[in-house]
């Protein structure tokens, strides 16, 4: 997987397809055939030559798009059969036409990815950093409508399939099987250990001032299309705790939740985000500065480590090693067991 492209596909073929000239096209094909002309001005030939020239050019422009994003994403070096990749969305502003997808990759299959429109607004607008508003959630409730929508098209090329992404995250493997047997692969456990990985900041997605039962709907068609999807609209939904840090004995801090799983063995306490993050935050490790912090971690009273662990050696190994890292503390319990179920005690300690 390539990962996001941000619509680099039809930015390339805008690119291509300008940069393409026509005319000299066109003169070729005068040279080439000395009865085209007459084929140009005949009426029995009229509509479908030009059909063809339309077809041909838009063709030759295609293949440049794909030698070029073969060039771009190394994809001559990969003895690989199947490739993909990902767009954030497709919807609202700048809508992209399918059309141009389709003509780049006639035989692409589409996965459509469908979220709780609900759950998205409280993410996005925590990432963004978008003020709880009437006007906030309306925008991004009616930019997931027009995405939904706009994803759907692809159903009509019959080489698509929906995910939701509650079934993902709950059971990777029921939910991806069904799309791996239709392009000829089947699960591995490889794919678990993917799908836990977190990328990016996780959001606490709070709960929102107001009643958005209201907001959804003032926008047209969303409550049918939730409906239809079986997803609620509930009436102010408390979030997620805030995670915060709780002064025990002497400098210690007892971690008091919720930690999220990153990726592995690599757990995730949001230290940007508790009562001490300015004071963390001075002496975090950081590029350049590798071993600066003097956190130290305690699992039940006991020092775990060791510190300034190499993050994928958190991630495949564990065994207690941690990270304090910018506005985060990345690490692992003793055992590889899961920091919210363990019934154990985890503390830090910053100061001599």
Known sequence: MLGALRFLVPSLWTTCFEAFDYSAFLDRRFDENPDFERMIYSSDHDASLLGELEAARRGAVAAQVRATLATLCFLADTDKKLWGFKEIFNGSAGIHDWAVYDTVFPRAFWLHLIRDPLEFARSAAWHVNLPQTTDAAIRLLTGWRDVFLMSRQRAACGRYCEIRYEHLVDDPEAALGP??????????????????????????????????????????????????????????????????????????????????????????????????????????????????????????????????????????????????????????????????????????????
């Open 179 to 352: 799309v791996l047997e239709r392009i000829g692969l089947s699960w591995d456990e490889e794919c678990r250990f993917a799908m836990g990985r977190q990328v990016g900041r996780r959001s606490e997605r709070n709960s929102w001032p107001f009643e958005l039962s209201e907001v959804v709907d003032e926008i047209a068609g969303l409550r049918e299309i939730m409906t239809e999807l079986g997803y609620p609209a509930p009436r102010g939904a408390p979030g997620p705790a805030v995670p915060r840090l709780r002064p025990i004995d002497g400098d210690r801090w007892r971690i008091c939740g919720p930690v999220w799983r990153e990726n592995g063995q690599c757990w995730v306490f949001e230290l940007g985000r508790s009562e001490l993050a300015g004071e963390l935050a001075a002496i975090a490790d950081d590029i350049g500065y590798w071993q600066r912090s003097p956190l130290r971690l305690y699992e039940d009273g006991k020092a775990i480590g060791p510190p300034h662990a190499l993050h994928f050696r958190i991630r495949r190994k564990g065994g207690g090693g941690y990270s304090h890292w910018r506005d985060r503390l990345l690490f692992s319990t003793s055992d590889n067991s899961n920091p919210n179920t363990n019934g154990r005690c985890y503390a830090i300690a910053f100061k001599s």
